[in-house]
């Protein structure tokens, strides 16, 4: 594929996407759009949407980080991460319902993340650096979402719809590093108080740490380093459950607290005056 067969694909997958999301109608999966297993056309589909997204007003947050879990890489053929962006209109506060019909195919997942207080500039960040740069961190539910009918996704495909990301809730905690180590930290979810997920510190890459330095370094190299007041979600700490209409999620992380959200049951047929 030339360069202008590639530009023409990268434009195409995003519209379909960028149509998805503002219809609520799943599409199909991209991958066939674009190389095959080429994550850096995928990267360049879902920065055109993210250029989209800052150019009509939207606040870039911060990143989030996706494949964590070995078993998933193996799962997509990959041996690492990727990352998605955070835009300030999808955190949702504990205790506003998400609504109806605001996303697709939802899932859960439990996460730590981290608020930055410096820049993070050096393609070779060390643990000290990350250390330093880190104010605080929280408890986070990252509500994942596929803009792709069924789930029916390839790493392409993921890379692409903003690594399937679609909203975040923080707990509203503040916890500094040197009180918790987070590679120990053990996760409990709950759907409607029945325990669906669990996980620790460890079964994100070895640690979050591990993973804010993978995220800290690959955007560095791209020449888009994380900030100051950047949010980081480092990754699932446990697999993810499925999210329905009237359903409420509770993560207890050891040492950073807990995390609530809710999805708005439908509105029921008025009984009249």
């Known amino acids: ?52 997204g800052i150019a009509a007003g939207r606040r870039l947050a911060g ?4 494949l964590t ?8 053929g990959v041996d690492q991460p990727d990352f998605g962006a955070l835009f300030a209109d999808m955190a949702v506060p504990e205790g506003q319902p998400i609504a109806p019909g605001r996303l697709l195919q939802p899932k859960i997942e439990a996460e730590v993340a ?9 393609r070779d960040p060390t643990v000290a650096d990350l250390l330093r740069a880190t104010a605080f961190a929280l408890p986070a ?8 009918a069924d789930w029916d996704i390839s790493i392409v495909d993921t890379v692409a719809d903003n690594a399937s990301c679609g909203l975040f809730v923080l707990g509203g905690t503040p916890v500094p590093l040197d009180r918790v180590e987070l590679r120990d930290v053990r996760m409990t979810l709950t759907r409607n108080g029945e325990t ?26 791209l020449g888009e380093p994380l900030r100051a007041g950047d949010i980081v979600l480092t990754g699932a700490l446990g697999p993810m459950a499925v999210a329905a209409e009237g359903d409420e999620f509770t993560a207890h992380i050891e040492g950073l607290g807990t995390v609530t959200t809710a999805f708005a049951a439908p509105a029921t047929e008025g009984t009249g005056a």
């Open 114 to 122: 981290l608020v930055l207080g410096a820049d993070l500039p050096h």
């Open 196 to 221: 669906v997920s669990r996980g620790t510190g460890a079964d994100c890459l070895g640690s979050p740490l591990t993973a804010a330095l993978w995220l800290a370094a690959t955007l560095a190299g």
């Open 1 to 52: 594929m030339n360069a202008h067969d590639s530009a023409g694909a990268v434009a195409e997958a995003a519209a379909v996407l960028a149509e998805a999301a503002r219809t609520g109608v799943p599409c199909r999966p991209v991958r066939d759009l674009l190389p095959e297993a080429d994550s850096e056309a995928a990267y360049a589909v879902q920065r055109l949407n993210v250029e989209r």
């Open 69 to 76: 879990s070995p078993a998933v890489q193996r799962q997509l």
């Open 63 to 66: 990143r989030k980080i996706g």
């Open 141 to 148: 539910l990252e509500v994942v979402d596929s803009r792709i």
